[in-house]
């Protein structure tokens, strides 16, 4: 994978310190041109010294790290913000006991850190509609292993949707005719063209309605006319190869994983900096909206909602 970086000596120029950082973090998150709350007059937002606040001079304070990742952290701004930097310019993941050595930090802030910077990749990764008129929807399952307490776990089936050089994906609860269906009429647009192995839970796609290509993986990982399923198929090597590096990945973190996999794999040929773009918005991040992420990325409900 190729995409945009920022390097090391551009990130310390723009953020040398933790002002830097806490004044970025509050120009995306309020700006200085905010009513004040409290009055309803505009500007004049300052950084109250010794503490991660802004106040304004009708003596009101707000926090701009309210609902971000960063709220109620003992850790530096700049780990934080070092720690994003790393996750998107490496090719492969970052490791907690990487993390905890270049920062100098705990275990269990390591950890936290990094469940932390990947839900915060979830919230730009959110499942959302492909395809669309003569558009290739690429689709396939992938049996992802985990262990628990050094024992390996049944495998989890995660299911892909490619269309365009861009992929979304979701934990399902089987490979069911209604599980598979559900996932295609909720999140593939109609009039899309779909390019499938010859599972048994495609075979009704052309009774349905769809135009359906299956590929017989059996003969060959085409259909002698130039279709292949490939697309997809790179995505589950760069899935697996990541998550052979974290080795052991907890079942209800697995969401995580995917969605940090997917934001940078779908920005492998962007042209402007991943690390910006990730600090460049900071969706509401308190337990309720985590939650929500968590679901979103579970599609083993969806053919009950279509049900």
């Known amino acids: 994978m190729s995409f945009a970086g920022t390097s090391v000596t551009e990130f310390f120029a723009n953020f040398p310190d933790e002002e830097a950082c806490l004044r970025h973090i509050f120009e995306v998150t309020i700006g200085n041109h905010a009513p004040c709350p409290n009055c309803g007059k505009r500007g004049g937002w300052k950084p109250l010294r010794g503490t991660k606040k802004y106040h304004h001079p009708c003596r009101i304070q707000i926090s701009p790290l309210m609902g971000t990742p960063f709220y109620r952290s ?8 070092y720690a994003m930097l790393l996750f998107t310019n490496s090719s492969t993941g970052v490791r907690s006991s990487f993390l905890r050595r ?28 492909v395809g669309g008129p003569d558009k290739l929807v690429h689709i396939d399952e992938a049996y992802i292993k985990h262990m628990v307490g050094g024992r390996r776990q049944r495998p989890h089936i995660v299911m892909g949707l490619e269309c365009e050089g861009q992929v979304c994906c979701g934990i399902l609860q089987d490979c069911s ?12 647009r109609p009039g899309s063209i779909l390019v499938t192995d010859c599972h048994l839970a495609y075979s009704g796609l052309s009774a349905d309605g769809w135009e359906h290509i299956p590929i017989n993986h059996s003969r060959a990982f085409h259909n002698f006319a130039g279709v292949t399923n490939n697309p997809i198929e790179v995505f589950w090597s760069v899935l697996k190869r990541t998550l052979r590096l974290y080795q052991h990945v907890a079942a209800n973190n697995l969401w995580r994983f995917l969605a940090e996999v997917q934001f940078r794999y779908n920005r492998r040929f962007s042209e402007t900096s991943t690390f910006r773009e990730l600090i460049g918005a900071f969706p509401p991040l308190l337990a309720q909206e985590r939650d929500h992420l968590g679901q979103q990325f579970d599609w083993s409900t969806l053919s009950d909602e279509l049900g």
């Open 74 to 81: 003992n850790l530096s701004l700049m780990a934080w913000f």
């Open 102 to 129: 270049q920062l100098g930090i705990g275990v269990k802030s390591a950890h936290r850190l990094c469940n932390e910077v990947r839900a915060h990749m979830a919230t730009f990764e959110l499942p959302r509609p």
């Open 177 to 188: 005719l209604p599980s598979i269906m559900a996932v295609i009429s909720k999140l593939v």
